[in-house]
């Protein structure tokens, strides 16, 4: 007998809802309001909650991660009288089971219950019997509910051999992921092979992927294999994969079809037992909209989709961050490890993070060189820019009514996100050369970027190595 909850204001659908649970077997509880139904959902082993989307006290929408967050992490079935089709998405997307409206028959209701508490057994026979006891999740560091929610889907992920999307801004450790997915899977023990789209030079892609004879091409004196080759009974990670040249796509459709390719100048196929995982901070269905991306390439990619956080959603685990990254920089560096003073994790909190886990990296490295022989760390040795822009954001907060008018139009909010994203790229760049002196081993480590990546990024923001 599964427990399922009814929280809506209406004394009617509670008695409805009731009396189909209890005809199905089940035991029903209710709440008028939201901050009775999640603390019910808290205290008792909830399978399943009908939720309202306009209730006395709030949005079930904005209620949906405190009801997942309850000790019995329950299903959840958006029943609302008032359909919206972007709340509809957005329901689906915060990790509801279903969105109904009052409107739907007895039988589609019935329906989703019982396929939500179908789904939920069979969820939970799969953990106990199948779930990875101890996530290897080197480098992923924190515990915030949204990281939580993620490392459950490298967990699931992992158990399978879907090809796998992930998705998320500059900065929020893609392969960190891509890494933690294969490490976890049946694949441990084989190569993890990297393919950096935005660097593979147009005239040479095909060359690098699937390998060349000899004399196929000038310059091609031996015969080499491809990183596809290379990645046979492991997995392929195809870093900034929305940069994969148009002409190339379809040609690698067909391989992810058939785990087959024919190396340049080759007179037969080939074969590669490898496991695809993709990622990607551009917007892939608008790149389709446009044609630069083929759609039913995006359909094979997203067979699997992990979308991780911004930093800004996750501010929670700066602390832990912060701390695990200055020891590893003091142990580094040869160095006593320093203290934070009272202030110095919150003032990080008070930061958007347009560059996320890099950002917040990279700043703590500046700070600590800053510090120097200080034992403890202030926000004063915090880079001056980012303290200013804290400071600037603190006091528009009090000034709201000389705030100006807004604009009389608007950038699309992708044009948006790619103008601020190109501003903090370029930002990032000037920084590390002044960190590290223009020395391009040097930033290349810092920065986690190869010769090649790192030259044609400077190459596009027309930034010398002199940092001018």
Request: glycine share 8%.
């Amino acid at each position: 007998m599964a427990t399922v909850l009814i929280i809506d204001d209406d004394p009617g659908i509670q008695d409805t809802l009731s009396l189909m649970v209890e005809r199905m077997g089940h035991r029903p509880l209710t709440a008028a309001r939201l901050a009775q139904g999640i603390a019910t959902a808290r205290d008792n082993e909830v399978d399943v909650v009908f939720l309202d989307v306009r209730l006395p006290d709030g949005s079930g929408l904005d209620a949906l991660q405190d009801i997942e967050r309850v000790p019995s992490s329950p299903e959840v079935i958006i029943l609302t009288g008032f359909g919206d089709p972007q709340g509809a998405e957005l329901a689906i997307k915060s990790g509801a089971w279903d969105y109904l409206e009052k409107t739907a028959s007895a039988k589609e209701i019935n329906l989703a219950l019982d396929r939500a508490l179908q789904y939920r057994q069979e969820k939970q026979l799969a953990q106990r019997g199948a779930k990875i006891s101890a996530l290897k999740r080197e480098g992923i560091i924190g515990d915030s509910q949204k990281l939580r929610a993620c490392l459950e889907l490298v967990a699931q992920a992992a158990l399978g051999e879907a090809d796998v999307l992930i998705t998320g801004e500059t900065g929020t450790g893609k392969e960190l992921f891509a890494r933690a997915i294969h490490r976890n899977s049946r694949r441990a023990a084989g190569p993890f092979i990297v393919v950096d789209c935005a660097a593979l030079p147009e005239n040479l892609v095909e060359a690098l992927l699937f390998g060349h004879e000899k004399g196929t091409f000038t310059g091609a004196e031996k015969s080499r294999r491809g990183l596809i080759a290379e990645a046979d009974g492991g997995t392929l990670f195809l870093d900034e994969v929305g940069e994969l040249p148009l002409a190339l796509q379809k040609t690698f459709l067909r391989v992810l079809q058939e785990r087959r390719f024919r190396p340049l100048g080759g007179s037969r196929e080939e074969q590669s037992d490898f496991r695809l995982v993709a990622a990607t901070n551009r917007d892939l269905d608008a790149l389709v909209q446009t044609q630069a991306f083929r759609e039913d390439l995006l359909f094979r990619l997203r067979a699997f989709h992990l979308e991780l956080p911004p930093l800004r959603e996750r501010l929670e685990d700066i602390r832990d961050l912060a701390r695990a990254h200055v020891d590893q920089l003091c142990e580094r560096k040869n160095i006593p490890s320093k203290g934070f003073s009272p202030d110095f994790i919150p003032t990080l909190q008070s930061y958007h993070w347009p560059g996320n886990i890099r950002e917040l990296l990279q700043t703590l490295e500046r700070a600590l060189d800053a510090a120097f022989l200080e034992s403890t760390l202030f926000p004063k040795h915090l880079p001056t820019a980012l303290r200013a822009e804290i400071a600037r954001g603190s006091v528009s907060g009090r000034c709201a009514a000389e705030t100006p008018p807004p604009p009389a139009t608007l950038p699309t909010l992708q044009e948006f996100r790619d103008s601020i994203y190109l501003q903090a790229e370029k930002q990032y760049l000037r920084e590390l050369l002044a960190l590290t002196g223009s020395n391009i081993q040097k930033a290349c480590r810092v920065a986690g970027l190869s010769q090649s990546r790192l030259y044609a990024l400077l190459k596009t923001h027309r930034i010398s190595r002199a940092g001018d």
